[in-house]
């Protein structure tokens, strides 16, 4: 309550201050001011309490939100880098996704997509299998699986089995369309891929496919210029496309260009560390262009590890053989012509290599064997030409080729040739033997099984 003082005059007596008297209710009325007070005391705590409630609200919604949020910039993040053809980088995203959120239904379906686009068959199977489990769309994973075998070129009518596909309500485009080229272009269908890309182009022009199966036809017709321009293109307008950059590599390589080629299979490896066969013709390329010393430093660890290709370990016996380090090239090769002794490369270094040595009876052998087999890889360019222009169309003369290509040249060319000779007529029985062959030398014989029971059925074996 607000009061007047009083002061004391001079003479004793009491004047009051000039300043007006102001009451309040508390003066007015103490025992409602009481009321008041209480009333006011328990309208704060119930605030508080409210308060509380809010915040015990609020805050798990925040926490929900910041992960879902996060969960949500990391599906972008995935779905991104599976367009820009940089499935490791995806996959790399996947993992780092599931262990923040564990696994589920969507994670588990674009692990799918990520290994159907590596063509890791069985892990696909497996993370689709996953994916069903978990009750992802069972339309959606059934349309991945289709497109896997088409992809691979293992439909019994690629026609239909592309209608079925694009018959879905909005396909997308950006995950069919890569399958439907790399099928017709597996099959030689090339005018078919061709009309294919001009559908798409009209239909979704904003996409680095179009350029890059383009430049892949031109490559393939051996026009180096046309596809470095249209690589080139590509890579400008999409510099995070992974792909273009591996056929970069190789429309540069065929423009005998290895500087050019070297730098873009440097950025293709930046994303696929463990791809053997990109590191094998960046081996090639650095050869090309005398920097050995690089190539030994980067295919020696694989040696050792015993990750290293037949291509590989050509390259880095020719190193060796230009040193004259013969005991390396044979110590090199050695193993790649127990397998295949008559792959024409390794038997002529090694028949030069033993000849320095002074083992004459194995260098004999060895250029006995490159011999036999000189006319069959001279013949190579020709009979492929030939497959190219489409004036080969039997399954006879895709595996004379492919029979040449794997036994003296390249195993995994000829294991592509013999797969084409099949897919033209899987009766095709001296296809068959030599996947027989093939796979029992590499230690499958699983997969040599299958081909050895398919013959003697055919056959009448028991």
């Known amino acids: 309550m607000a009061r007047g003082r009083s002061k004391p005059t001079s003479s004793g007596s009491i004047e009051a201050t000039n300043f007006p008297v102001l009451l309040t209710l ?202 470095i321009e249209l690589f080139e293109n590509c890579a400008r307008s999409y510099p995070d496309f992974v792909p273009v950059y591996r056929q970069l590599a190789s429309a540069y390589l065929q423009a005998r260009d290895p500087q050019r080629a070297v730098l873009a299979l440097e950025r293709y490896l930046k994303s696929n560390k463990d791809d053997l066969d990109a590191i094998g ?35 880095l016996a020719r190193i060796f053989s230009a040193k004259n380090e013969h005991k390396k090239v044979v110590d090199t090769l050695s193993s790649v012509a127990a397998l295949w002794p008559e792959d024409v490369r390794v038997a002529n270094l090694l028949s030069q290599a033993h000849q320095a040595l002074g083992n004459t009876a194995e260098s004999d052998r060895f250029a006995k064997a490159a011999e036999a087999g000189q006319a069959d890889v001279q013949s190579i360019d020709g009979r492929l030409a030939r497959l190219m222009s489409g004036t080969d169309r039997q399954a006879q003369q895709h595996y004379e080729l492919g029979h040449i290509l794997l036994h003296k040249q390249s195993r ?8 084409l000779a099949l897919s033209l007529d899987e009766t095709f029985l001296p296809a068959h033997e030599d996947m027989v062959i093939y796979f029992n030398r590499i230690n499958k014989p699983e997969l040599a099984a299958r081909h050895q029971r398919y013959i003697n059925l055919r056959r009448g074996v028991q």
């Open 26 to 227: 508390d003066d007015l009325d103490p025992k409602a001011a009481k009321n008041t007070k209480a009333e006011a005391k328990r309208s704060s705590g119930w605030s508080s309490v409210r308060l509380a409630i809010l915040l015990a609200i609020l805050i798990p919604l925040a926490i929900f939100g910041y992960f879902r949020n996060r969960y949500t910039t990391s599906i972008q993040r995935i779905e991104k880098s599976l367009a820009m053809g940089d499935d490791q980088e995806a996959l790399k995203e996947i993992k780092k996704l599931e262990k923040n959120s564990g696994l589920t239904a969507e994670s588990a379906f674009l692990r799918a997509r990520a290994y159907r686009h590596i063509g890791d068959d069985v892990a696909f199977s497996q993370f689709a299998s996953i994916a069903k489990q978990l009750n992802y769309p069972e339309d959606k994973i059934s349309t991945e699986r289709l497109l896997r075998e088409i992809q691979v070129g293992n439909v019994p009518n690629m026609d239909i089995s592309i209608a079925e596909v694009m018959s879905v309500a909005e396909p997308d485009l950006e995950q069919i369309g890569p399958a439907i080229v790399y099928g017709r272009l597996g099959k030689l269908e090339f005018e078919k891929a061709d009309a294919f890309l001009k559908f798409w182009s009209d239909t979704d022009p904003k996409t680095p496919w179009i350029d890059f199966f383009r430049g892949m036809l031109a490559l393939s017709g051996r026009d180096a210029d046309k596809s």
């Open 281 to 315: 013709v960046l081996g090639t390329a650095l050869f090309n262009l005398d920097r050995v010393d690089q190539v030994v430093e980067l295919f020696e660890p694989l040696i050792e590890s015993g990750k290293a290709t037949i291509e590989m370990r050509i390259v």
């Open 412 to 419: 995994e060319d000829g294991l592509y040739w013999l797969n």
